[in-house]
């Protein structure tokens, strides 16, 4: 088979990488229904084509997965540079087609391949926190992200993943099984995302995560109170 590059991925035609991703997928989903009573609300709200940012807190190593496994689409996540040095794992994500990013600085590389990706019609994914949270909370978003979709001229669409936190805070060396709930906010048009100032946008996403958080919380409440 051919050789081809797709983003940063060498290791075979694009077909296959593509017939990889949905394998990975599959079987991702079907642990994370299966072992961690996992649900993902307000799909539909993902837009079936066109370059798209998607804007997820970040509760623990999991979160690339699981911000992705509901979706058909793959997502394109940004990740921290060191991980692409672990060995066979580095090539994983690669494969999965992350991308990394140099975190603590303006890294530029990482800004452009962002660009060319979203250009491209795909699905970026960012932890704007910068960081995993340390007790549960959204915290403060970095306005970079903004910039981002401003110059890719492309809409931000913010997602909340809840529970993952518990299964594996920081600290711990291994993930414990929990229930754990994705999802999806309404896209903030890409009209909106170049006409409002940067800080007010960030801050609009902010608010819809904080109510995309209270509003799983309360789904998983009434669950249990059913049960």
């Known amino acids: 088979m051919k050789r081809r590059i797709?983003?940063?991925?060498?290791?075979?035609?694009?077909?296959?990488?593509r017939i990889?991703?949905?394998?990975?997928?599959i079987t991702a989903a079907g642990l994370y229904v299966g072992l961690m009573g996992g649900r993902a609300y307000h799909r539909e709200r993902v837009p079936r084509r066109g370059g798209l940012l998607v804007v997820s807190n970040h509760q623990s190593y999991l979160d690339p997965i699981l911000a992705?496994?509901?979706?058909?689409?793959?997502?394109?996540?940004?990740a921290r540079a060191t991980l692409f040095r672990v060995g066979?794992?580095?090539?994983?994500?690669?494969s999965l087609y992350a991308f990394p990013v140099k975190l603590g600085r303006a890294d530029v590389g990482a800004m452009k391949e962002a660009l060319r990706r979203l250009r491209a019609g795909r699905i970026v994914l960012v932890f704007p926190e910068g960081t995993r949270t340390r007790d549960g909370s959204i915290g403060k978003l970095q306005a970079g992200i903004i910039v981002m979709a401003q110059r890719a001229g492309v809409p931000v669409l913010p997602m909340v993943i809840d529970g993952a936190y518990e299964c594996w805070p920081r600290g711990r060396l291994l993930?414990?099984?929990?229930?754990?709930r994705v999802i999806y906010g309404e896209p903030v048009g890409a009209e909106q995302v170049q006409e409002a100032p940067v800080e007010e946008t960030i801050e609009e996403v902010r608010r819809r995560m904080m109510a995309l958080q209270a509003e799983v919380r309360q789904k998983k409440a009434e669950c249990i109170l059913r049960i």
Do not use: C, K
Request: no cysteine; hydrophobic share 45%; net charge neutral.
């Open 88 to 94: 066979p794992f580095g090539w994983l994500i690669r």
């Open 68 to 78: 992705a496994i509901s979706i058909y689409r793959p997502f394109n996540p940004m």
């Open 20 to 25: 990889w991703y949905s394998l990975f997928q």
């Open 175 to 180: 993930p414990t099984l929990g229930p754990v």
């Open 6 to 17: 797709h983003g940063n991925v060498e290791d075979g035609s694009v077909i296959f990488q």
